[in-house]
């Protein structure tokens, strides 16, 4: 039995979003070890939801469901097609549950991220209101789709026709729509703000909000499917491939300013380990640099950069706590230069430089 293109894309978006979240749970784990932080937590939840949505969008596919379907039709199917439509309505109720909680589940993700970098009661009271805000969105969006149609049976119903509100969920698409592109823009103007206290090169600055910022795709692909799904709105196919498209989004974009360092830093090293031999052998010679001088401002600066580096590690951000910082500079300094330094890898480096803590 041949494959179907949207089962092809389907099952490689699966593989490389799992791939994703893993490497980002691997990243995570081999700094902070189990001691997770919540948007760890909700990064595995994401792996349990992303394959629950495609199990019940596989089961839609096979079963069948209520779009498209109206009264005359309804009339000639028989018992068996009748009872596969109901199953898959049943399967399509649990997918926009779960697709939902994924999508929100990420936002999740950004919003502990997000609070990791955080320098100020401002930031942080904005981070909490926007958490207040996604929390509330989601029980809203959740009770539109349990009540819009009452009772719940008619969700799965055949003959007599439910009507579209039921059988097509146009309310649930509209208070989608609504709730998570609002609650996007929320989450993306936080690391605005962040952004905004950045001292580095404007390229540099650049680099780190194209990183940040990578909510943005999120967006785009939100109001992409809702629109697509309007306009095909008895093509069950086609809303649920958007779905998996959007969420596939959703998780990249997501979870690039964890894994993304980690890639860099990696390819950074593998160029560093290629060019050892030959640095090697033209350092013999030659006198090295006096010990201590610019080592002593990669501690200033790391003292300085020591919040944001817990979260993405690239990043240098005012910090108004001088008394922390300080107290960091004293217990850095009384640190070994082993213990002090970065393996040789200057602050002023880009994502290869960067640890995530």
């Not at 039921?166 to 698409?173: D, K, S, V």
């Amino acid at each position: 039995m041949p494959v179907s293109p949207y089962a092809a894309e389907a099952w490689t978006e699966y593989v490389l979003g799992i791939c994703v979240l893993v490497a980002r749970i691997l990243c995570r784990t081999s700094v902070v070890g189990m001691n997770w932080d919540g948007d760890d937590y909700f990064a595995f939840l994401a792996i349990i939801l992303w394959t629950a949505e495609l199990c019940m969008f596989h089961m839609i596919g096979t079963h069948g469901s209520p779009k498209g379907l109206h009264e005359h039709k309804a009339l000639t199917l028989t018992d068996e097609e009748k009872h596969n439509i109901a199953i898959g309505a049943k399967c399509m109720l649990a997918g926009w549950c779960i697709y939902v909680s994924l999508i929100w589940a990420l936002k999740a993700c950004m919003l502990f991220l997000y609070g990791r970098l955080t320098l100020d009661l401002k930031q942080r009271h904005m981070v909490k209101i926007t958490a207040v805000a996604c929390v509330a969105a989601y029980v809203s969006l959740i009770a539109v789709i349990g009540s819009h149609c009452t009772p719940i049976q008619r969700k799965w119903q055949i003959h007599p026709y439910p009507g579209d509100a039921c059988a097509l969920g146009t309310p649930m698409h509209y208070a989608l729509f609504v709730t998570n592109v609002s609650t996007d823009l929320m989450i993306l103007a936080v690391p605005l703000s962040l952004l905004w206290k950045v001292q580095m090169p404007c390229h540099r600055q650049l680099l780190c909000g194209i990183w940040l910022c990578t909510g943005g795709f999120v967006v785009v692909a939100a109001v992409f499917r809702c629109i697509i799904c309007l306009l095909n709105d008895k093509k069950a196919n086609i809303a649920l491939i958007w779905s998996l498209r959007e969420t596939f989004v959703g998780i990249i974009a997501t979870n690039i300013p964890i894994v993304g360092p980690w890639i860099a830093r990696a390819v950074h090293n593998l160029r560093g380990i290629h060019s050892g031999g030959r640095s090697k052998t033209s350092d013999a010679g030659g006198l090295s640099d006096p010990p201590g001088g610019h080592r002593l401002s990669r501690l200033e600066r790391r003292a300085k950069e020591n919040r944001i580096r817990r979260g993405l590690g690239w990043t240098t951000i005012r910090s108004r706590s001088h008394d922390y910082i300080a107290k960091e500079e004293l217990e850095l300094q009384s640190k070994s230069p082993s213990q002090s330094d970065w393996s040789g890898i200057t602050v002023s480096g880009t994502g290869s430089s960067g640890l995530v803590q």
